[in-house]
């Protein structure tokens, strides 16, 4: 799955985008911040992506 489908799950699970810094997506939700990388179409490494399903509570 790469960052952009990523953050489409997150707006989907009601995630809003906060800001952009680079090439990372800010996603906000209830207080918590949560950083996506979003390098081109890549795919996001299974380590990080489980990481961050694990913090947006996304399975």
Same mark, same amino acid.
């Given at each position: 799955m790469s960052g952009k489908d990523f953050v489409k799950l997150l707006k989907k699970n009601g995630w809003v985008l906060d800001r952009i810094k680079g090439s990372h997506h800010i996603m906000r939700k209830n207080g918590i911040n949560?950083? *996506?990388? *979003?390098?081109?179409?890549?795919?996001?490494?299974?380590?990080?992506?489980?990481?961050?399903?694990?913090?947006?509570? *996304?399975?």
């Open positions: 949560l950083s *996506v990388p *979003v390098h081109t179409n890549e795919d996001l490494k299974p380590g990080i992506l489980n990481s961050l399903r694990k913090q947006a509570g *996304v399975e």
